[in-house]
């Protein structure tokens, strides 16, 4: 039975269970998945949802495109020196330790309530482990690879391209994969605690008028979000290295 085969029935079984808790249950809890459906068309008509998705993939986008653009590098780095990973390596681990909504407070006396603050709550949440997954897959490169390299005349700049970036691609791309998830997840916490827009603005407000269809609805659309996202990576990842996709 092909994957996808397997994925879709497994869907179709959460929904079916969801129909029937829904309807044997607390349904103010747990509101059917056929009137959660139901909700979520009106809220894609109303344009609620895209309007939501405009203001929300805004922070998302900005803040987990510089997240890699920054964690990358610095990984490669961190695990091509390792004088450089011990200087730096406590400060990571002290970011990922530490819980990101701890920083709100610092990013509104810095930046404020708007757009900046939610860039970099999401770049907060995934930089730190995509710059740790980075490392570790350049750590785990064959010794024998960036050894034999220079001896055939290779000079760093081309020990990093073709040697070291490819091999260590594979963890590079799981971390971005992290990455993407714990950046949806600081895109809420951001929109609900720093400033009341996009998905955070329709969670506190279902929330607070006990509307839970339209809230599951709003979890769903989120959801859906970060799999499609995801989805992407995991396509990227397969043109990027497809000698890994095949092993796989």
């Known amino acids: 039975m092909k994957a996808s085969t397997v994925r879709i029935i497994s869907l179709f079984m959460l929904a079916a269970l969801w129909e029937i808790a829904g309807r044997t249950g607390n349904a103010h809890l747990l509101p059917p998945f056929s009137r959660v459906v139901t909700v979520w068309l009106d809220l894609l008509i109303s344009g609620q949802l895209f309007q939501a998705i405009a203001i929300s993939f805004q922070a998302l986008?900005?803040?987990?495109?510089?997240?890699?653009?920054?964690?990358?590098?610095?990984?490669?780095?961190?695990?091509?020196?390792?004088?450089?990973?011990?200087?730096?390596?406590?400060?990571?681990?002290?970011?990922?330790?530490?819980?990101?909504?701890?920083?709100?407070?610092f990013l509104v006396i810095a930046f404020g309530l708007g757009l900046q603050s939610r860039v970099w709550i999401v770049f907060l949440f995934a930089f730190v482990i995509i710059a740790i997954n980075t490392t570790a897959g350049v750590r785990n490169v064959d010794p024998t690879l960036t050894e034999m390299a220079p001896s055939f005349g290779a000079r760093e700049?081309?020990?990093?391209?073709?040697?070291?970036?490819?091999?260590?691609?594979?963890?590079?791309?799981?971390?971005?994969?992290?990455?993407?998830?714990?950046?949806?997840?600081?895109?809420?916490?951001?929109?609900?605690?720093?400033?009341?827009?996009?998905?955070?603005?329709?969670?506190?407000?279902?929330?607070a008028s006990f509307n839970s269809s339209a809230l599951f609805a709003t979890l769903l659309t989120i959801v859906l979000l970060a799999v499609g996202l995801l989805a992407l990576i995991q396509y990227l990842d397969r043109r990027l290295i497809p000698w890994h996709a095949a092993a796989q």
């Open 61 to 105: 986008a900005i803040g987990f495109f510089v997240s890699v653009l920054f964690g990358v590098p610095l990984g490669l780095l961190m695990g091509r020196y390792r004088r450089l990973e011990l200087f730096l390596e406590i400060y990571l681990t002290a970011l990922l330790a530490v819980p990101m909504i701890s920083f709100i407070p």
């Open 157 to 207: 700049s081309e020990l990093f391209l073709k040697v070291i970036l490819p091999a260590a691609l594979p963890m590079i791309m799981a971390g971005i994969r992290l990455g993407m998830g714990r950046a949806v997840l600081g895109m809420v916490t951001g929109e609900m605690i720093l400033a009341v827009v996009g998905f955070g603005a329709m969670l506190m407000t279902f929330s």
